[in-house]
Nanobody, 119 residues
């Protein structure tokens, strides 16, 4: 599976960005991020079959994951961004979302896209 992530950039606190992850085939997709000096953090995962999605506590209610299967693309809509959301964001493909917070579950990774939130 090949993944192409895009959509990162700069936003002010309270602003929004939408990340995209285009996959070469239909698969479970998770989003992760790594902030400077911190460990990689799992954010969300979505099923390609019924759209069931999962969120980590720090982004629940602010971030929304959704997909367009016709385009094999998964999006991460990020609203009410905070400076602590600054990180490199990665999408990853795996066989399921049942253990989605474990990055070892994902076999394929996109190249990462930088998100910077500052005033």
């Amino acid at each position: 599976v090949q993944l192409q992530a895009s959509g990162g950039g700069w936003a002010q606190p309270g602003g929004s960005l939408r990340l995209s992850c285009e996959a070469s085939e239909v698969t479970y997709i998770g989003w992760f991020r790594r902030a400077p000096g911190k460990e990689r953090e799992g954010l969300s995962c979505i099923s390609p079959y019924d759209g069931t999605s999962y969120y980590t506590t720090s982004v629940k209610g602010r971030f929304t994951i959704f997909r367009e299967n016709a385009k094999n693309t998964v999006y991460l809509q990020m609203n009410n961004l905070k400076p602590e959301d600054t990180a490199v964001y990665y999408c990853a493909a795996g066989p399921q979302c049942s253990n989605w917070l474990n990055s070892d579950e994902y076999e394929y990774w996109g190249q990462g896209t930088q998100v910077t939130v500052s005033s």
